[in-house]
């Protein structure tokens, strides 16, 4: 799918000395903004931008998006750790 806009010559004068390529600048843009607002999962941008998700989870950590993963989430992930640890047969 393509999305395209008009911009007035000057600002986009601008925005490419800033940016270089401004689609890709602007899919990006919307793709961090998408995974801040919880509309994309990390797992779906890594298929967009065909990175796996390690790598992605680092990319969208350098555009100021870390890993949405709060302390309650680390203390449900250390419970279900310690029940699968003392579970038999592990």
Do not use: C, H, N
């Not at 490419?16 to 401004?22: A, K, P, S, T």
């Not at 969208?60 to 310690?82: N, Q």
């Amino acid at each position: 799918m393509a999305i395209t806009f008009e911009l007035p010559r000057d600002v986009e004068q601008i925005l490419r000395e800033r940016f270089g390529d401004l689609g890709e600048a602007a899919k990006e843009a919307f793709l961090v903004q998408s995974y801040r607002e919880e509309r994309l999962s990390v797992g779906q941008i890594a298929a967009v931008l065909g990175k796996g998700v390690i790598e992605t989870q680092a990319w969208l950590a350098e555009k100021g998006a870390p890993l949405g993963y709060s302390t309650e989430d680390l203390e449900e992930d250390r419970e279900a750790l310690a029940k699968l640890s003392t579970e038999p047969g592990r």
